[in-house]
């Protein structure tokens, strides 16, 4: 071997051994419990029963139980609508909120750091605030409601609202996210573009729509993707907020599997359910992916 050949080869055991603990690492904190929980979605694993966790006699039979099942079907179809309408919002809403506040000046730089503070705020602690807000004894809300002479149904109990609230609650924590990204984008589109088209007698609604919007379009659904992705891990504003109620009109995936381990002991079937929405994810960040590439390939 020549000596430009040993010294790649010695770069490439270098790497090796440098990535090892690394790459042990994660392993052991993400690949083990994954793997944990696929074995054990093919169990008929309970806690009132340990035998039941190496019982592989019917590998399946959790995964066919499942369309069958219809409150994982409806918590399918509330995890749906919730994305749907919580990334919509978010993303016309972080939006107008950029373009509203992409100007210079020390106020509106004031301003902007205000609307990043629900983002950088710990889940448990945006569903503690958004539950005093939702309680009629306590909430600012409500007292409001009452000097104005409004009577206002209870947000979170009421069948018509609780969805609702919970993505009110949600879109006020991730707003910010769509709102960060877009400006960004703001900031790189040239003037020059804006003040030639204000010369040839475009006005503003026409500079958004011809100039504005294609700039900023790629970052609106890549923003989008992303938060639809994260938008399953909604799990906090649930369990405090209304609990999966009234009845199941917000018990989402995830909250459903939740009670399926620890309400109902059925953990085999509580991880077939998991690996169901991890697949789901899975597909939809593929999807991000494919669409990243396909960005890049016709630029």
């Not at 379009?217 to 369990?239: C, E, H, N, Q, Y």
């Not at 085999?268 to 359910?273: A, H, I, L, Q, R």
Request: a negative charge; zero cysteines.
């Amino acid at each position: 071997m020549s000596g430009e050949g040993l010294v790649d080869a010695e770069r490439r055991r270098f790497n090796a051994i440098a990535l090892a603990p690394s790459l042990i690492v994660l392993f052991v904190i993400a690949g083990l419990p994954a793997i944990y929980l696929v074995v054990t979605s093919l169990t008929p694993f309970q806690l009132v029963n340990p035998g039941s966790s190496t019982d592989f006699s019917s590998p399946l039979r959790n995964y066919l139980l499942l369309p069958g099942d219809p409150r994982f079907v409806n918590s399918l179809w509330v995890q749906a609508k919730l994305s749907f309408w919580g990334v919509l919002l978010q993303v016309l809403l972080g939006m107008l909120l950029a373009l509203l506040l992409h100007t210079q000046s020390r106020v509106v730089e004031f301003a902007r750091t205000l609307f990043l503070i629900p983002m950088v705020l710990p889940p448990i602690v945006v569903a503690i605030i958004w539950k005093l807000i939702y309680t009629p004894d306590i909430s600012p809300l409500y007292y409001a409601a009452g000097l104005l002479n409004v009577t206002m149904p209870s947000l979170t109990s009421s069948v018509d609202f609780a969805l609702t609230a919970i993505i009110i609650a949600d879109t006020w924590e991730w707003m910010p996210f769509t709102f960060l990204m877009v400006l960004a984008a703001l900031q790189t589109i040239p003037e020059e573009f804006s003040e030639a088209a204000l010369v040839d007698g475009a006005n503003r609604l026409q500079i958004f729509f011809y100039i504005t919007l294609p700039f900023i379009t790629p970052i609106l659904v890549i923003s989008g993707m992303f938060r639809l992705i994260d938008s399953v891990k909604a799990f906090p504003l649930v369990f405090l907020l209304t609990g999966g109620g009234p009845g199941s009109v917000t018990e989402v995936t995830n909250y459903y599997a939740y009670l399926l381990a620890f309400d109902f002991n059925e953990i085999g079937y509580s991880s077939s359910v998991t690996i169901v929405m991890l697949l789901l994810v899975v597909a939809v960040s593929l999807g991000v992916v494919w669409m990243g590439r396909r960005r890049e390939a016709m630029a």
